[in-house]
């Protein structure tokens, strides 16, 4: 079964500033997908960024990009300029390519504060 | 176009009750997962559902516990006799299709069993 960890539950930046935010993951499936979302405190999920494990670009969207590292199994999300309105739980996660199994597999998350 | 949409946003429920959650998924949608959220913990999941069948639910607890998403109106989540370690927030999330399609997910029901 795979499994996603997140190793920082909490983290914090200083406004205008950069943050990185780790994720490793287990799986023996060489096609999959992997996904940042961010949860405010409204708890509604929303995708930020998401990756393809077959592409070796890293994703970007705007002031959030990942670090893919396949062999390493490792996929950090860097906020770049951080903004007050990024504090939130942050889950890393995963889905296999596979067909039949279209679960979302979670990370216990990290809670990002943004300092003034 | 509306969002999905899941109701309520807050349930609560005694010992013994039975609880159901809804939810409507976005237009065009015809795939719904429903995830529950402990605590300080991520979200895991339960069950994936398309029209009128379940394709997984591998991670639904297997007495109690019953999810349905028929032809016409909203996904359902049924909780028989809750007890106290059922409170949490479920959400669901629906997706146009299976290939690496992106789900989008709804505010959740925080359910609390008093």
């Known amino acids: 079964a795979q499994t996603v960890t997140q190793s920082q539950p909490e983290m914090s930046v200083q406004e205008a500033e950069t943050v990185t935010l780790s994720c490793t993951y287990d799986?023996?499936?060489?096609?999959?997908?992997l996904f940042w979302y961010k949860q405010p405190p409204s708890r509604q999920m929303i995708l930020v960024i998401r990756?393809?494990?077959?592409?070796?670009q890293n994703a970007t969207e705007n002031r959030f990009s990942v670090n893919f590292q396949k062999a390493a199994k490792s996929f950090s999300l860097k906020i770049s300029d951080s903004q007050l309105g990024d504090a939130a739980m942050y889950f890393c996660?995963?889905?296999?390519?596979?067909?039949?199994?279209?679960?979302?597999?979670f990370g216990k998350g990290t809670k990002l504060t943004v300092n003034p | 176009n509306a969002g999905v949409m899941q109701n309520p946003r807050h349930l609560v429920r005694r010992r013994g009750q039975e609880a159901r959650l809804r939810c409507s998924p976005m237009?065009?949608?015809?795939?719904v997962y429903w995830y529950r959220q402990l605590p300080e913990e991520g979200l895991k999941f339960m069950v994936y559902?398309?029209?009128?069948?379940?394709?997984?639910e591998s991670g639904m607890p297997k007495e109690r516990f019953s999810a349905e998403f028929p032809k016409e109106g909203p996904s359902i989540l049924r909780i028989q006799q809750v007890v106290r370690g059922d409170s949490a927030a479920y959400f669901c999330a629906s997706s146009r299709d299976r290939a690496g399609s992106e789900a989008f997910f709804g505010q959740g029901t925080r359910l609390t069993v008093v």
């Open positions: 559902l398309q029209k009128e069948n379940i394709i997984d």
């Open positions: 990756q393809e494990a077959y592409k070796q």
């Open positions: 996660a995963y889905r296999s390519a596979a067909g039949g199994s279209e679960k979302l597999v």
């Open positions: 799986t023996s499936e060489s096609d999959y997908y």
């Open positions: 237009k065009g949608h015809s795939h």
